[in-house]
């Protein structure tokens, strides 16, 4: 039997409390819940969800109240998650699946400190909008302690399990969430008290530089972004995922057009796009895994007419998409394909005679189900299929996989785009078949 112990510390989380409970109830051999000062019902609800409540004074130190919840537990294994991170049930069930199979396992049940799975933050309409890998379960041992005032964390000192068969879901970054609490002064202040006493620490000014961007204001974002290049400029150690929060707001930020009209600007936006490439390029080396650095930097090769830089970074992106045995990292893509197939687009219209790579792309099926009536997506398709030497009968075959062409309206919509895209002998014949279709009503 795995005796698994539930540790949570708290603050005002009556609407979180129930879910952050409900998740383990069915798998924990105990639920111990530290509160830190709430003054709404979250202790009293916790208690009446059979949960053994503790107190402890706020001061300031994460790492401090989580050991102290930790202190408490009785278990073989500790999961201590936040009450805005959780489990769905299956999940649940098949964590206590892997705690058995490590601890039947001579080797494992010795050596194996934690277990190590994906992470994934949800904003306020349940997107996923980013995924890392961290650790929540531990083995109850001593030296198992955390470390860091905020943002903290378990130093492993023997192996970890990986898995991806079980994720957690955190939902704490949302806007609502800070607006519902006050976690976004607390850490702004928390950070900025840490910066002070360790002013060159990398990891601080990166986690403070995210915090302070949701304060939503243009001098939080340019504050923000002294901060990023200052990290990135650092010689200390810097953690990777952390970098990845630089990248993601610089790249784009720099990548963009917001500068007004003139010449002194034109010059400020290049400038600026030359060093998003160079971000691109230290992020790709940092983070070789996530394809959002490819398929940026590709954007910014096809605007500066680097066709054939930018066709390369996308077939890298393409191929991750496509491959049945990993699942790439990307926050840009997951949604929709559909922004690299108009940037490959792009890439093979620069190259003149490569638009049969875009029409061969192997994409490109699954983004034309999802773009089936998206004129400025279909139409570029069918003139580059045309350019590549298809016949029409052979376009239209390609395109029955997708579209009724015994009906007027589907055919009506095919012809529109081909005109549209300039592919104008192809419209022509669509709409020969439209007035023999409609002819025979």
């Known amino acids: 039997m795995v005796r698994l112990s539930q540790c949570m510390i708290v603050k005002n989380e009556e609407k979180n409390i129930e879910r952050a409970l409900g998740w383990a109830k069915d798998i924990a051999f105990e639920q111990i819940v530290v509160d830190t000062g709430s003054t709404d019902r979250t202790v009293e609800l916790a208690k009446q969800l059979g949960a053994k409540v503790y107190h402890f004074e706020w001061i300031n130190d994460f790492a401090a109240a989580k050991n102290y919840a930790m202190d408490q537990a009785e278990g073989d294994w500790i999961a201590i998650l936040d009450a805005d991170e959780y489990m769905t049930q299956e999940n649940a069930e098949k964590l206590i699946e892997i705690l ?41 041992r001593p ?5 860091g005032r905020i943002h903290e964390v378990i130093r492993i000192q023997k192996t970890h399990y990986r898995t991806s068969e079980i994720n957690i879901v955190h939902t704490g970054y949302t806007q609502s969430s800070y607006k519902d609490t006050d976690k976004l002064e607390r850490n702004i202040k928390m950070l900025s008290d840490e910066l002070e006493r360790d002013p060159d620490n990398p990891d601080i000014m990166l986690y403070l530089a995210n915090a302070i961007i949701s304060l939503g204001t243009d001098e939080a974002r340019d504050e923000a972004e002294k901060m990023y290049l200052r990290a990135l400029s650092s010689e200390r150690p810097v953690n990777v995922f952390v970098k990845q929060l630089a990248y993601d707001f610089l790249i784009p930020r720099f990548s963009g057009n ?72 990307t926050r840009l893509l997951t949604p929709s394909p559909l922004p690299l197939f108009y940037q490959l687009n792009v890439s093979a219209e620069g190259l003149g005679d490569e638009h049969g790579k875009v029409r061969n792309s192997g994409i490109i099926h699954a983004i034309l189900s999802e773009a089936k009536y998206q004129t400025e997506i ?31 309206k589907e055919l009506m919509f095919i012809a529109r785009a081909a005109r549209d895209s300039g592919a104008l002998e192809f419209f022509r014949n669509t709409m020969e078949m439209v007035k023999a279709l409609m002819e025979g009503i």
């Open 258 to 329: 917001n500068e007004q009209n003139g010449s002194d600007n034109i010059e400020k936006r290049n400038a600026k796009k030359d060093e998003a490439i160079k971000l691109c390029d230290q992020a790709i080396d940092d983070l070789p895994s996530n394809i959002d650095y490819r398929y940026y930097r590709a954007v910014l090769n096809n605007q500066s007419g680097n066709y054939k830089a930018a066709f390369d970074d996308l077939s890298v992106c393409e191929s991750a998409l496509t491959a049945t045995s990993s699942f790439p990292k």
């Open 378 to 408: 279909v139409g570029p398709y069918i003139r580059a299929m045309s350019w590549y030497g298809l016949t029409d009968d052979e376009v239209f075959g390609n395109l029955a996989a997708m579209y009724d062409l015994s009906d007027p």
């Open 100 to 140: 058995e199979n490590i601890q039947n396992d001579p080797e494992l049940s010795e050596e194996c400190d934690a277990i190590t799975c994906p992470f994934i933050d949800h904003d306020d309409n349940g997107n996923v909008v980013s995924m890392s890998s961290h650790q929540r379960v531990f083995r109850n």
């Open 143 to 147: 030296y198992l302690r955390f470390e």
